[in-house]
């Protein structure tokens, strides 16, 4: 009589978690058993340990899907540092890139250096070599072979950017000039280029809008995003590509103009002749500046989705905390004094001007304006210093220092520090999502989604790579305050299986069969130390620091594809060496065949540990 083969060992067993499959269903202690990069068995008695290697103790402990996250800015980093560990541990196993419409594509380096350097405080000349020494690819096809030859740590998704395919079609300064529309052979080129990265399984395109993402470099410098010229025919046609293929438009809208908000908001709506348009639209939800406005876009949504639209906002689920080293901030591009210093790259012009009376004036009317659309607050005296050569200072704000200084005009304490002190000077404010009541209002909105880290950018601006982490500490502080506003079983399937569904990915569920990105955390270091701030060299470009985030205790271990990248709260040996991560596409299934355990891809420069 023949025997039955005997079950294969499991190669990772988490024993006695309290598991969350990323749907939304109640969580209960149960084994999972990881086999072939795969989830093989998730029981409620104890599996078979005979043969596993890896067997985790995760009693008291979470296990939970890989978190999505939804907008990155990792499309230079990727290229030289493909571990992305600052997000891995932190328990992020899929990132999405292309954000903003910033990709890489087409654009060669000089074009995305100019691109990605200001608007994402990404250092131009790091981006200009990244692209041009990896370039290999001219499709989109070929680069996702591309990325896939790389030693990916996460699992990766994509935008197409709208201005990488306006730039390459138009070029640079051509797709930077109001006057200047594309030529019926380059809008048939775009659309063909935005069909070729839907073929190969991108989710979309991503737009802008917003007027204060500029361009670096001398050749267009301070000119807007190539995306932000393009008129109502262009777009029209770009996103009917992408309403019949059932992808998404990612878009930064224009907030100095609100009704072209609107506008986006009503072009998702299908009905009986066209589908409607998945849109995500870019938020920094709960302004300071307009404390208001978030009544509107929570209205707003709710109001397009009743009428058949499919339309979310994104939304960084902490506060919207900045970091600033003297002027060098983004959200001084949203007014004419501001920009006008930004544009001005050598250090010793910049002085000149912010010593000129007459810009001082110019900076002090900005300042004061502060009726209508806007991002910043403007308020000097809601900015604190935390570093400076004069120690005097540190700990005031900018307003402080003035009313100390014999009743100065905060704008000229503000320019009078800079130029003294240059990028020496380092401050910080808090531009949203700063009343806890309203961000758990937000949090359980169904047009909301749960993302906006802006991973890979800002440098020294800011930090959310843990922003996941930070939801669940939130619902789980409130549910023990007796204020429940979020089950942990909706915050993680907000984070995790309710993404990977809207986007169409095959990610952020821990089923038998599903691929095996899981976490494990504990929830007790839930902590404080989720909102710390610490610095860390980006070994990809060439050791310069980084704001990142270090809660190491919280993240015990991280599988992707079943592999181990962050093991006992450190990193495996895996990671920049085996390719962990895949490349999802678009409608992807949850069968398709995972790398082999043993592959290994040539080494790149990794982010610091």
Known sequence: MPVAPATPPFDTILRGGLYFDGEGNRAQVRDVGIRDGRVAAVSATPLDATGCPDVVDAQGKWVVPGFVDIHTHYDIEVLEGPALLESLRHGVTTVLLGSCSLSTIHVGGVDAGDLFGRVEAIPRMHAIRAVDEARDWSTAQEYVAALERRALGPNLAAFIGHSDMRTATMGLDRATRPEVRPTAAEQRRMEQMLTEALDAGFVGMSAQQLLFDKLDGDRCRSRTLPSTYAKGREMRRLRRVLRERDRIVQAGPDASHPHTILLQALASIGGWFRKPLKTSLLSAADIKAIPFVIHLMRLLAGVVNRLGADFRWQHLPVPFEVYA????????????????????????????????????????????????PRVWHR?????????????????????????????????????????EHGTAIRWRTTISGHRPDVLRKIAQEKGVQMGFSDAGAHLRNMAFYNFGLRLLKHARDAERAGRPFLSAERAVHRLTGELAEWYGIDAGRIREGDRADVVVLDPERLDETLEDYHEAPVAAYDGIPRMVNRNDATVTHVYVGGRAVWHGSAVTPAVGVDRTGRFLTSGGTHREPLPATSERVAPANQTGV
């Open 325 to 372: 080293d003297g002027i060098d901030l983004v959200i001084f591009e949203e007014f004419g004094s501001g920009a006008q210093a930004l544009h001005l790259q050598e250090k010793v012009a910049r002085d000149e001007l912010m010593r000129d009376p007459a810009y001082r004036t110019a900076f002090r009317k900005d300042y004061e304006s502060k009726y209508g």
């Open 379 to 419: 308020d000097f005296f809601d900015a604190e210093i935390v570093a400076c050569p004069d120690p005097s200072v540190i700990g005031k704000s900018f307003g402080q220092v003035g009313v100390e200084r014999g009743g100065q005009h905060p704008v000229d304490a503000f320019l009078d520090l800079v130029v």
